[in-house]
């Protein structure tokens, strides 16, 4: 697997759904393209489980990623359910990165599929076509 480089591969604008991760130059298939940052939260302190937003990432039953801060630029890929990246979700090193599942041309929007629980949650049955 390719790694992130130091020169960012993204750039953050416009997109039909408010704002979006976008290629600012030809990304391969299988490169790490950002790593979904945040405060790791642990659902057995009551207070951290209660937290309610919709940049919550989980990693598994007991931890999940609090991406809501503004330097997590990861939270501005949007969900596709044709998407050209993936999650790849690393519970052990208690991480998420986002990686190509295809070649992303330079100017393409970077989206995933969030996942049934978050597209019921948010997105809702319509939005995907």
């Known amino acids: 697997m ?7 591969p993204y750039r953050v604008g416009r997109s039909r759904t408010g704002l979006g991760l976008f290629a600012t130059r ?11 940052r945040g ?20 990693l ?24 050209n990246a993936e999650s790849d979700v690393q519970p052990r090193n208690k991480k998420v990165y986002i990686q190509a599942i295809k070649t ?4 393409d929007e970077i989206t995933y599929d969030y996942g049934k629980d978050y597209f019921a949650a948010f997105i809702g049955r319509s939005r995907c076509q």
Do not use: V
């Open 104 to 107: 992303i041309q330079p100017g």
């Open 2 to 8: 390719t790694a992130i480089s130091s020169r960012k």
């Open 39 to 58: 405060r790791l939260l642990d659902c057995r302190i009551k207070e951290q489980d209660a937290i309610e937003n919709k940049y919550l990432f989980e």
């Open 26 to 36: 030809e990304i391969k298939k299988g490169t790490r393209i950002i790593e979904y």
């Open 60 to 83: 598994n039953g007991r931890w999940t990623i609090d991406g809501s801060i503004r330097r997590n630029t990861a939270r501005y890929a949007n969900h596709a359910c044709r998407p």
